[in-house]
């Protein structure tokens, strides 16, 4: 929004408090989030970013861990215990406000201000809290709704809109064009479904009214709140105006305010950084993301895996699957405990010095399966902590890549430039990426003939194995809510 975008860093208290009384009317028009192409059926929405998440509500088809969450909650969730929370006259807003404000050299009296106007929103509330009876996680449904011909289709627009900006960021990063596009995708559907929860309502309701659950992370979404009052005296946004998913995340990538402030970066030099509107700008701070969160140019993706039949091997497969999804052993190290990655992968497969996380993705009915993952894959959940999350990503890019080569490839026929006969038109049906079955043999894509395997080349060139790799220092994920609501634990 315009207004936001330039307004004076140090005014945009003044600017907040004068727009209160209108409060009311803007919530009924565009917040940041109006550079959304179509407004969404229904207005759902909730989710965070880089690493938190956002909101597919009423999308079409998939949207992350959070956004399912979301849109599940009903419209109206059940009032809460007692009188509904304010935060106008409460101590813990007003030793938060002279905190912060004492901290980042904010006024004190316009933090409160703008707290006192916030409202604690029992959908938001209810979206964060694991359901007491989660069903079972079912990676073939999950998959269903996130990598589909709806986002792919719209990715390879993205794609072609931002080809040069995609290839720059890869130079740059290391990160391929399709994974950038893939989690842009699956974030906001590429900026149309960005989340409706204004954030100041969203994270004061996670900060000082956080619902009694397992784990309690009104600590978190405190340091959250923090970073989005000093986010917005940095960018100018307008506090009381900016709206995104139910756990706080924004923009068209759905970072968190404090991912944001950390990894976003100015991707078309214009001096500001704008991710609720520059594609650039997303694209670039993806890029940065995926790169700080150790992402490997021309590294390793994934591949399947078999976990032997055996007892001990298929115990030793559940400790390794509760003990995260930090990579943690070779491939002979696996080997020697029964979990032996796919044959026909083996060749694409990192040396004896990587190391490797195993993924489950139980798929309800039938027997689970299993990939082996390597810093990438770890990578891309720390943007959002989910197994399928990342899985997700890594076949709609799968994908995206597969359509892209193809694309290219008929645009050289038409050109005349091409020795193959012209003619055909691009798909844009999903093909079956991955690894298709129980958890060994490599998907046939599907494609024809001369399209690559979405396991060969663009996706798993292998580079020479380091000698040698020093451990994985966890990192927090950006998306606080993919590991606590809706595919809950680690899908
Ligand atoms: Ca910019």
Do not use: C
């Given at each position: 929004m315009p207004q936001f975008k330039h307004t004076a860093p140090h005014t945009f208290i003044l600017l907040a408090l004068g727009l209160s009384a209108g409060i009311t009317s803007l919530h009924a028009h565009a917040g940041p989030n109006d550079n959304?192409?179509?407004?969404?059926?229904?207005?759902?929405?909730?989710?965070?970013?880089?690493?938190?998440?956002?909101?597919?509500?009423?999308?079409?088809?998939?949207?992350?861990?959070?956004k399912t969450a979301v849109r599940k909650a009903p419209a109206v969730a059940a009032a809460p215990q007692g009188p509904v929370p304010t935060y106008q006259n409460r101590d813990v807003v007003r030793m938060f406000a002279r905190d912060i404000a004492s901290r980042h050299q904010l006024d004190e009296g316009q933090v409160l201000e703008a707290l006192q106007q916030a409202r604690y929103q029992p959908a938001v509330a209810k979206a964060i809290v694991p359901p007491s009876q989660p069903g079972a996680r079912n990676w073939t449904k999950y998959r269903n709704n996130h990598v589909d011909s709806m986002r792919l289709k719209s990715g390879l627009r993205f794609w072609e809109l931002h080809e040069q900006t995609l290839k720059q960021a890869e130079d740059r990063y290391g990160v391929p064009a399709e994974i950038i596009v893939a989690i842009i995708g699956i974030e906001t559907i590429f900026g149309r479904h960005t989340g409706n929860f204004r954030t100041i309502d969203a994270l004061s309701t996670l900060a000082f009214d956080y619902p009694p659950a397992p784990r309690n992370r009104s600590e978190f979404f405190r340091g959250e709140l923090e970073s989005f009052f000093v986010l917005a005296r940095e960018t100018g946004l307008n506090p009381l105006e900016v709206r995104g998913s139910?756990?706080?995340?924004?923009?068209?990538g759905q970072f968190m305010p404090s991912s944001w402030r950390r990894f976003a970066v100015d991707g078309n030099n214009d001096g500001e950084i704008d991710l609720f509107h520059?594609?650039?700008d997303t694209i670039a701070s993806v890029g940065n993301f995926l790169k700080v969160h150790g992402w490997v140019r021309n590294g390793f993706w994934y591949s399947g895996a078999t976990v032997e039949a055996d007892e001990g091997s298929r115990k030793f497969a559940g400790q390794m699957v509760a003990d995260g999804i930090i990579p943690r052993l070779s491939r002979q190290q696996l080997q020697e405990k029964g979990i032996v990655a796919a044959p026909s992968a083996l060749g694409e497969m990192p040396g004896d010095a990587d190391l490797l996380s195993l993924i489950d993705l139980p798929t309800g009915l039938e027997q689970t399966e299993y990939r082996l993952g390597g810093r990438n894959f770890y990578a891309v959940t720390r943007y959002n902590r989910s197994n399928f999350y990342g899985m997700s990503v890594m076949e709609l890019a799968?994908?995206?890549?597969?359509?892209w080569d193809e694309r290219k490839l008929l645009q050289a026929e038409a050109a005349g430039t091409s020795s193959?006969?012209?003619?055909?038109?691009a798909s844009t049906?999903?093909?079956?990426?991955?690894l298709?079955?129980?958890g060994s043999t490599p998907a046939s894509t599907g494609a024809t003939s001369n399209s690559p395997s979405p396991l060969a080349e663009p996706v798993q060139v292998m580079p020479p194995p380091p000698a040698q790799l020093p451990q994985i220092t966890p990192m927090a994920p950006n998306n606080p809510a993919a590991s606590s609501v809706g595919n809950k634990r680690r899908t």
């Amino acid at each position: 929004m315009p207004q936001f975008k330039h307004t004076a860093p140090h005014t945009f208290i003044l600017l907040a408090l004068g727009l209160s009384a209108g409060i009311t009317s803007l919530h009924a028009h565009a917040g940041p989030n109006d550079n959304r192409k179509s407004s969404p059926a229904k207005t759902a929405s909730a989710k965070p970013a880089p690493a938190a998440s956002n909101p597919k509500a009423a999308k079409p088809a998939g949207a992350n861990a959070v956004k399912t969450a979301v849109r599940k909650a009903p419209a109206v969730a059940a009032a809460p215990q007692g009188p509904v929370p304010t935060y106008q006259n409460r101590d813990v807003v007003r030793m938060f406000a002279r905190d912060i404000a004492s901290r980042h050299q904010l006024d004190e009296g316009q933090v409160l201000e703008a707290l006192q106007q916030a409202r604690y929103q029992p959908a938001v509330a209810k979206a964060i809290v694991p359901p007491s009876q989660p069903g079972a996680r079912n990676w073939t449904k999950y998959r269903n709704n996130h990598v589909d011909s709806m986002r792919l289709k719209s990715g390879l627009r993205f794609w072609e809109l931002h080809e040069q900006t995609l290839k720059q960021a890869e130079d740059r990063y290391g990160v391929p064009a399709e994974i950038i596009v893939a989690i842009i995708g699956i974030e906001t559907i590429f900026g149309r479904h960005t989340g409706n929860f204004r954030t100041i309502d969203a994270l004061s309701t996670l900060a000082f009214d956080y619902p009694p659950a397992p784990r309690n992370r009104s600590e978190f979404f405190r340091g959250e709140l923090e970073s989005f009052f000093v986010l917005a005296r940095e960018t100018g946004l307008n506090p009381l105006e900016v709206r995104g998913s139910f756990a706080g995340a924004i923009g068209m990538g759905q970072f968190m305010p404090s991912s944001w402030r950390r990894f976003a970066v100015d991707g078309n030099n214009d001096g500001e950084i704008d991710l609720f509107h520059s594609s650039a700008d997303t694209i670039a701070s993806v890029g940065n993301f995926l790169k700080v969160h150790g992402w490997v140019r021309n590294g390793f993706w994934y591949s399947g895996a078999t976990v032997e039949a055996d007892e001990g091997s298929r115990k030793f497969a559940g400790q390794m699957v509760a003990d995260g999804i930090i990579p943690r052993l070779s491939r002979q190290q696996l080997q020697e405990k029964g979990i032996v990655a796919a044959p026909s992968a083996l060749g694409e497969m990192p040396g004896d010095a990587d190391l490797l996380s195993l993924i489950d993705l139980p798929t309800g009915l039938e027997q689970t399966e299993y990939r082996l993952g390597g810093r990438n894959f770890y990578a891309v959940t720390r943007y959002n902590r989910s197994n399928f999350y990342g899985m997700s990503v890594m076949e709609l890019a799968q994908n995206l890549r597969l359509g892209w080569d193809e694309r290219k490839l008929l645009q050289a026929e038409a050109a005349g430039t091409s020795s193959k006969p012209a003619g055909g038109k691009a798909s844009t049906a999903i093909v079956p990426t991955g690894l298709s079955g129980s958890g060994s043999t490599p998907a046939s894509t599907g494609a024809t003939s001369n399209s690559p395997s979405p396991l060969a080349e663009p996706v798993q060139v292998m580079p020479p194995p380091p000698a040698q790799l020093p451990q994985i220092t966890p990192m927090a994920p950006n998306n606080p809510a993919a590991s606590s609501v809706g595919n809950k634990r680690r899908t």
